[in-house]
């Protein structure tokens, strides 16, 4: 079966546009995860969601972020008026039922890069 | 804020040799995980212990969790070139999974 896929690979955007990152998980984990990643640093939290329950968003760092799950499968988080220090690998996780000791399973990430 | 905190922050090995690195911790887990990454991208889960867990063994890697310490080691034992890449502890903090910020192994041949 597939992995989890990200879209697009690589997106570089002008200071002060919207961006949308898409977010494929793998079919039937109903846990998914969006994590920010600076150059040289680690895994910043962002965004879980888990079946129908609300998200925890304690991890977006702004209100130009945000980000949705429709019917459970597919994830957009959407940045809005881009910033330079928005620039960073976008990576999201799905993982079977949101439990700790789950293994989050990765995409390959999006590259953004603000200019 | 970052619950784990890689140590060190690089390591440079000769192929043939065991690389060991440290995580440390600040509040009480459930479990701990390993993660390796490539190139900056994708993470890959590597192994999982529990707090009532003292050392796991998978292949080539051997992890060791003190809870008292809150502390973990990952060994690789006979590194390859291609074990080359960065390295994250991972904690079930108040969010799902707080990672650290890694150790960068490069394995030279």
């Known amino acids: 079966g597939a992995g989890v896929s990200q879209s697009p690979s690589n997106k570089v955007t002008e200071k002060g546009k919207d961006v949308e990152l898409r977010c494929d998980p793998i079919?039937?984990?109903?846990?998914l995860y969006w994590y920010r990643q600076s150059l040289g640093q680690g895994l910043e939290f962002l965004i879980y969601?888990?079946?129908?329950?609300?998200?925890?968003k304690s991890g977006l760092p702004s209100d130009r972020f945000s980000a949705e799950r429709t019917g459970g499968s597919v994830s957009t988080l959407t940045i809005q008026r881009t910033q330079q220090e928005d620039s960073a690998v976008y990576l999201c996780?799905?993982?079977?039922?949101?439990?700790?000791?789950?293994?989050?399973?990765f995409g390959p990430g999006t590259r953004l890069t603000v200019l | 804020s970052q619950q784990g905190e890689e140590d060190p922050q690089a390591l440079s090995i000769q192929e043939g040799e065991n690389a060991t690195m440290n995580c440390s911790y600040k509040?009480?887990?459930?479990?701990l995980q390993w993660y390796r990454q490539n190139s900056g991208r994708g993470l890959v889960h590597l192994i999982l212990?529990?707090?009532?867990?003292r050392e796991k063994h998978s292949g080539r890697l051997r992890v060791t969790l003190d809870t008292s310490k809150k502390s973990s080691s990952l060994l690789i034992t006979a590194s390859r070139a291609a074990d080359t890449a960065s390295y994250f502890c991972?904690?079930?903090?108040?969010?799902?999974?707080?990672f650290g910020k890694g150790t960068r192994l490069s394995v030279i041949a």
């Open positions: 212990i529990r707090s009532n867990e």
């Open positions: 996780a799905s993982s079977l039922a949101g439990a700790s000791a789950d293994t989050q399973y």
């Open positions: 079919s039937g984990h109903t846990a």
């Open positions: 969601f888990q079946g129908n329950s609300a998200p925890d």
């Open positions: 509040t009480s887990i459930n479990n």
């Open positions: 991972a904690t079930d903090g108040n969010t799902p999974l707080v």
